[in-house]
């Protein structure tokens, strides 16, 4: 069974400049989330999705980050424009159901804001 | 706010001991406790978990405590092998979300 891929795996980009990180979960997982984890601090949820609907986005930065999940499949999480202290490594996990506390994740795109 | 703590940043063990790691939360609300490890450069992995209704899990060298009077839960791995050697994240969930982690531990296993 395939893991949950991301990419690019390391961005660099400089202040005020836009990325966009992707992730594809593990097939047939409804849930999908997508976690910020700055250095030396365990990783904090982001966004939660349930299919294509956000379950929970109450620690999303909505005036600079956002994320989509079309399709229930696949998901993108934007940050416009970034800042120095969004350097951090983006994590995204899938879980196969509603409520599915095993999240599998995947190996993380750090990002570096100079 | 910090609502799931690992207070110990770092532990040595000798392989062949026991490593015991801790984790104490402030939220009596969460129902369900897992323990992540992690790699350098890879995500982290599920390890072991455990719901409120108990008060012990045990899964082959693994075994989870929590003593929800003081909102504490522990990590225990006997015998310790370099192998465990990682970062181990305590996490916490209240309902089907709202999703806490811990600082982490880092634990290092001497031959």
């Known amino acids: 069974e395939a893991g949950v891929a991301q990419s690019p795996r390391y961005k660099i980009i400089e202040k005020r400049q836009s990325v966009a990180f992707w992730c594809n979960p593990i097939?047939?997982?409804?849930?999908l989330y997508w976690y910020q984890q700055i250095l030396g601090q365990g990783p904090k949820l982001l966004i939660q999705?349930?299919?294509?609907?956000?379950?929970?986005d109450s620690q999303l930065p909505k005036d600079r980050f956002s994320a989509e999940r079309l399709k229930g499949v696949d998901s993108t999480l934007k940050i416009q424009p970034a800042k120095l202290e969004d350097s951090a490594v983006y994590l995204c996990?899938?879980?196969?159901?509603?409520?599915?506390?095993?999240?599998?994740f995947g190996p993380g795109t750090r990002l570096t804001v100079l | 706010d910090q609502q799931v703590k690992q207070n110990s940043p770092s532990l040595s063990v000798q392989e062949g001991r026991i490593s015991i790691l801790n984790c104490d939360y402030t939220?009596?609300?969460?129902?369900?406790f897992l323990w992540y490890k992690k790699y350098p450069a890879e995500g982290p992995t599920f390890l072991i978990s455990?719901?409120?209704?108990?008060d012990k899990n045990e899964d082959g060298r693994f075994t989870v405590f929590l003593n929800k009077s003081a909102k504490h839960l522990s990590l225990h791995i006997v015998p310790s092998q370099p192998g465990d050697s990682a970062v181990y994240f305590c996490?916490?969930?209240?309902?089907?979300?709202?999703?806490?982690f811990g600082t982490g531990t880092s634990l290092t296993v001497i031959p």
């Open positions: 996990a899938s879980s196969s159901r509603a409520g599915g506390h095993e999240q599998f």
């Open positions: 097939s047939g997982h409804a849930t």
């Open positions: 999705f349930q299919n294509n609907g956000v379950v929970d």
């Open positions: 939220n009596s609300m969460f129902d369900y």
């Open positions: 455990i719901s409120s209704i108990k």
């Open positions: 996490a916490a969930s209240a309902g089907s979300n709202q999703f806490y």
